[in-house]
């Protein structure tokens, strides 16, 4: 490639297609759904730009047809996992030495792959694996991820381009390096736009990586990795394996040449691969960057002055979109006394006018749950509430795994504000509401504060200023996103970066370059143009 300072397309957000009755996009997505669904698929582990199959399989269903089967993937062994990491670190010479050009120019055909051959491809898989209606997977598998391709670009290159100031004797530069030896990403079942970013994220900045998928996102997982190979990823450069968690990642964490983890998952699983960090900390070559999303409580808090069905529209969609499983979702509402009436009729009223059941049915807003696991553990809180005196079902309540894991959107009133489902995070579609007395708008700010261990998103509802402000200052450190007269749900890649602190996570910020500089180790490189020949300073006389 020739000299030259370059400068890459200005990203810009993807639109989202309508996917009205009638459009192409429909007809092609369901064309796509069926032929997915009527099809089997055989997803191997991908080490070294070769598939390898194990032998040792599971098979994946979608949540809302249980018993249909979609095909099989493989597991790895041990062996595989180190495999994996040679070829990483192999393949490393090369892709860090790759000029930044190259690789943006992979992510960004990556980006209109998806945009367009790949679109309907990765939309019907998430809408079949992780039972997203076609909207839900839109705006994640498609939009999102091609939003966190393109910005990282363009983030990557206003990172190259801050430099420190030099003078006439001295020439001050700084390279922002990859971090030595491999990255390890696991990534979430609910969203393929981050399973796809977390890898890509890291390799983008010249990092090698292994990345495990979740177990429950396999089939679209497979979509991810098909682009990134056509795109032009180097073999060695992300290697994809599934299987057993702990034991892959015990076999990672005992690599000397582990440099960092890109996390989004479980609080616990987060917290106990931090612990195993720290006590293999001698063992590592360089300090191990640790960056992960974890859960959330989310909340919304509606102040006497909120208009009431914005509120109610706010619950019903960022409590019940993608069946509450977001770690952005709402799962806890605070509502002034005086607008509950209005607001309570205006979300029974939603939620009775959800459609659910598959997402093939495009008229269906509410589908399944993930797994069996998660769907026991919804109906086990569900039935508790049912048989305790100091909470009220007001809306659903049902539920029903004979064909899909399907659980009705519950709304569950309580009078204990420190209720269980208002402290623990249930990622379903349940929702518990608090009414709290109009007069105590401060001291119910300071419950939403210290309620929850979690700190991701939040929102206020409000058409008083003054109050509005005490909100902002008093739930400071409750949300890293914190939405004002807006549900919790939605973050935008380069508009609202997304992340959150406390027991959520290390808040690195998605979707801004914030992110990218934790897969960088700058070096400061200062040129003197003429060398002193004089040890002796001036004050010496």
């Known amino acids: ?17 309508s996917y009205a009755p009638g459009s192409p996009e429909r007809k092609e997505v369901l064309e796509t759904y069926k032929k997915m669904y009527d099809s089997k698929v055989e997803v191997p582990l991908f080490i070294n730009g070769k598939e390898v199959k194990t032998g040792d399989t ?21 062996k595989n996992v180190e495999e994996a990491i040679e070829t990483a670190l192999e393949a490393r010479k090369k892709w860090a030495a790759m000029p930044w050009e190259q690789r943006a120019g992979i992510f ?76 390890y990403a696991i990534t979430p079942f609910n969203f393929t736009a981050i399973a796809g970013n977390l890898p890509a994220s890291a390799a983008l900045m010249g990092n090698v990586v292994l990345w495990k998928p979740s177990d429950s996102q396999v089939y679209s997982a497979k979509v991810v990795l098909d682009v990134f190979r056509e795109a032009g990823v180097p073999a060695g450069v992300i290697n994809m394996v599934m299987g057993d968690p702990v034991m892959i990642t015990d076999t ?16 616990n699983v987060f917290k106990d691969i931090w612990r195993k960090i720290g006590t293999n900390i001698h063992n590592y070559k360089t300090y191990p960057r640790i960056v992960g999303e974890t859960g959330g409580k989310d909340f919304i808090v509606a102040h006497k002055s909120s208009n009431p069905k914005q509120v109610a529209t706010a619950m019903s969609r960022g409590a019940f979109e993608f069946q509450g499983q977001k770690c952005s979702a709402a799962s806890r509402c605070y509502i002034s006394e005086s607008i509950w009436k209005d607001v309570k009729n205006d979300v029974v009223a939603d939620i009775s006018s959800f459609k659910m059941g598959s997402p093939e049915d495009m008229g269906n807003f509410i589908t399944a749950v993930i ?21 009220e079902i007001i809306a659903g309540g049902n539920y029903d795994k004979s064909k899909g894991y399907f659980i009705e959107p519950t709304v569950i009133v309580v009078k204990d504000p420190k209720y269980t489902t208002m402290c623990t995070e249930l990622f379903g579609p349940v929702l518990t509401v608090y009414v709290f007395d109009d007069s105590k708008w401060e001291e119910t700010l300071h419950l939403v504060d210290e309620t929850s261990e979690y700190g991701l998103t939040g929102a206020v509802f409000s058409e008083d200023r003054y109050a509005l402000e005490q909100a902002v200052k008093i739930l400071e450190n409750a949300a890293g996103n914190f939405y004002i007269n807006d549900k919790p749900t939605g973050a935008v890649v380069g508009q609202q970066p997304f992340g959150g602190a406390r027991a959520s996570g290390t808040n690195d910020k998605a979707g801004s370059k914030l992110n990218l500089y934790r897969w960088i180790s700058p070096r400061m490189v200062k040129e003197t143009f003429v060398s002193p020949t004089d040890y002796r300073y001036p004050f010496l006389g």
């Open 58 to 78: 599971a098979t994946m269903s979608p949540p809302h047809d249980h018993k249909h089967v979609l095909g099989t993937y493989h597991k790895a062994t041990k």
């Open 371 to 391: 797994h069996e696991g998660s769907f026991d553990k919804l109906a086990k809180y569900i039935d508790a509430a049912k048989n305790d005196k100091n909470a």
């Open 252 to 267: 990672v964490l005992a690599s000397p040449d582990f440099s960092g983890i890109h996390f989004t998952g479980s609080t």
């Open 108 to 183: 960004l055909r990556a980006a209109e792959l998806i945009a367009g051959p790949y679109r309907a491809k990765i939309n019907a898989a998430t809408m079949l694996a992780q039972s997203k209606n076609i909207y839900q997977a839109e705006i994640d598998a498609a939009c999102e991820l091609i939003d966190f391709l393109r910005f990282n670009v363009q983030f990557m290159t206003e990172i190259y381009a801050e430099q420190p100031e030099s003078t006439s004797a001295n020439w001050n530069r700084i390279e922002y390096r990859p971090l030595e030896g491999f990255i």
């Open 1 to 17: 490639m020739g000299n030259g300072f370059f400068e890459v397309p200005i990203a810009v957000n993807e639109p989202v297609k």
